[in-house]
């Protein structure tokens, strides 16, 4: 599925958080405690972010 996306991820044995910004669809919202979010929804949140004061 999206395993080179996640791959070199995986083999960070750190405690920060990662995320995986895609433009493939994802049903789940992790994967192996790595969040997934598609593009579009990461680009919305953003913008709606930066409106704030």
Do not use: C, H, W
């Not at 994967?31 to 598609?38: E, F, R």
């Amino acid at each position: 599925m999206l395993e080179s996306e996640f791959g070199n991820l995986k083999q960070i044995k750190d405690s920060y958080p990662k995320k995986v910004v895609t433009m493939e669809s994802f049903s789940g919202n992790t994967v192996a405690g790595i969040k997934v979010q598609d593009l579009r929804s990461f680009l919305i949140i953003k913008k709606n972010f930066s409106r704030i004061p």
